[in-house]
Nanobody, 120 residues
Framework: QVQLVESGGGLVQPGGSLRLSCAAS????????MSWYRQAPGKERELVAG????????NYADSVKGRFTISRDNAKNTVYLQMNSLKPEDTAVYYC?????????????WGQGTQVTVSS
């Protein structure tokens, strides 16, 4: 079955950095589009960053451009989110999402989330 396991969240001071990881299994990772989303208390879940199956194309929310970098290692079935210059408004639960393809159909799956708290 599909599993997405996020790690790397925690408490960090403003201006600090964290790197989130999402380890995937149960589908052909190299044929998937991976994304990071986040949801802050009282707010809707929003797209943070996405990356194509070969890593050649990425996209970012305006609020994180220049501070966050999404990457992937298809040999390790893992997608990363490097977060620099963190701000209190980056505080949220961060979720990994996979869109994978099989037999011409696509499916979406989510990880359980990892908490990121930016506070002094």
């Amino acid at each position: 079955q599909v599993q997405l396991v996020e790690s790397g969240g925690g408490l960090v001071q403003p201006g600090g950095s964290l790197r989130l990881s999402c380890a995937a299994s149960g589908f052909i990772f190299s044929n998937s589009v991976m994304s990071w989303y986040r949801q802050a208390p009282g707010k809707e879940r929003e797209l943070v960053a996405g990356i194509s199956s070969d890593g050649g194309s990425t996209n970012y929310a305006d609020s994180v451009k220049g501070r966050f970098t999404i990457s992937r290692d298809n040999a390790k079935n893992t997608v990363y989110l490097q977060m620099n210059s963190l701000k209190p408004e980056d505080t949220a639960v961060y979720y990994c999402k996979a869109r994978y393809y099989s037999g011409g159909d696509s499916s979406d799956d989510w990880g359980q989330g990892t908490q990121v708290t930016v506070s002094s």
